[in-house]
């Protein structure tokens, strides 16, 4: 069998507020939303780097949003890189929002989103 090379394309997460989680993803975490075709249920595309993309879908969640592991870094995980780590932290701490650091010593943090959804970032600088 010839060598395949799979790269991520998106990853797709489930949410329970549309709008509440393009202020989380966009003001917070200062993604860049993207145009998205009707799909025939409310979402919302992000461009992350050149050729990937995160997508968030209006749906009813299927996992708990208690009882998940403080740590997100011990749950089902997106992982994003980012160019300056220092300010992803300090609006994350400007907004309130609670996030965890990397128990690897890496230079990255585990934070949930509204729906509980854990989202790693990790420093590229």
């Known amino acids: 069998m010839a060598k395949l090379n799979f790269l991520l394309h998106h990853s797709s997460l489930?949410?329970?507020?549309?709008?509440?989680s393009l202020h989380f993803y966009t003001q917070v975490l200062g993604l860049q939303q993207m145009e998205r075709p009707d799909l025939g249920f409310p979402g919302a595309w992000f461009q992350l780097g050149e050729n990937q993309q995160l997508h968030i879908i209006k749906l009813p969640n299927m996992d708990p949003t208690t009882g998940r592991p403080?740590?997100?870094?011990?749950?089902r995980h997106v992982a994003l890189t980012v160019d300056?780590?220092?300010l992803v932290r300090q609006t994350l701490d400007e907004n309130k929002v609670v996030y965890s650091m990397s128990?690897?010593?890496r230079r990255a943090l585990f934070v949930r989103d509204l729906d509980a959804n854990a989202i790693e970032i990790i420093g590229r600088d």
Request: no cysteine; charged share 35%.
């Open 14 to 20: 489930m949410v329970s507020d549309v709008e509440a």
């Open 70 to 75: 403080e740590h997100g870094g011990r749950d």
């Open 84 to 86: 300056n780590f220092d």
């Open 103 to 105: 128990k690897s010593g």
